[in-house]
């Protein structure tokens, strides 16, 4: 199983982008690379997902390094509503079966 | 992106006696599914892994006999708090393997307040 480790938090202003970086050392060859936001009192949001490269969606990017051991997560232009949880999951549903561990996750204030 | 449903997000049980959670896939079929509990200001927990017309897998230190769920069809898993107590209340959520296989998506989330 992979384990993550992320930053406990981040601090932003409105409008600055934010980059936040989860290491996975220990990523297997068939993991993909999931992000997710939880605000208080709600389920996981899916954001963006990738398994090398670049990935880009409508609101984040996510950048993998070659070696795969590291993802960042890119929110361009923060705003208040951006304050949340942020989660970088790894792992697969091959035939070994799809196990969810999740670590601390990054706590993202956003201020005005 | 995919949907998928927790029914009740908020319910209050007396002690002693059980409440049921449902969690559904809306549009999508998902042979896996998986409950986690959650205490505040904390991460998720993985409590038990759940497939389809199977036993459920729970995590060690997870008591089946208390967290009894149920995987009857491609879109339903439940989970029921067998004679609950005040411990138990917490923040249940599910989540569904995707059909690709490599994504999971959460429900809303319940509440469980145990009186």
Not at chain 1, 18 to 34: E, F, G, K, L, Q
């Amino acid at each position: 199983l992979a384990k993550t480790t992320q930053p406990i938090s981040m601090d932003s202003y409105e409008g600055q982008e934010v980059n936040i970086t989860c290491s996975h050392n220990n990523i297997a060859t068939n993991d993909y690379i999931t992000w997710y936001q939880q605000f208080p009192s709600q389920g996981p949001r899916f954001i963006i997902q990738g398994y090398k490269t670049k990935v880009t969606n409508e609101v984040a990017s996510l950048f993998i390094p070659a070696d795969r051991k590291s993802s960042t997560l890119s929110l361009p232009r923060v705003s208040l509503s951006d304050t949340a949880v942020y989660y970088c999951l790894v792992g697969d549903g091959g035939a070994g079966g799809f196990k969810t561990i999740f670590g601390a996750g990054t706590r993202l204030f956003v201020k005005a | 992106g995919a949907v998928v449903s927790q029914h009740p997000s908020r319910v209050i049980c007396k002690s002693g006696t059980s409440v049921k959670i449902e969690c559904r896939s809306l549009d999508f079929q998902a042979t896996t599914m998986f409950w986690y509990r959650q205490f505040p200001k904390q991460s998720l927990m993985l409590m038990a892994t759940s497939n389809e017309g199977s036993k459920a897998t729970y995590e060690q230190g997870v008591e089946k006999d208390k967290f009894l769920i149920n995987h009857a069809s491609l879109t339903l898993s439940t989970l029921t708090v067998t004679s609950a107590h005040p411990e138990d209340s917490s923040f249940y959520i599910c989540s569904a393997l995707y059909t690709s296989g490599n994504t999971i998506y959460f429900g809303e989330g319940s509440w469980l307040t145990v009186v």
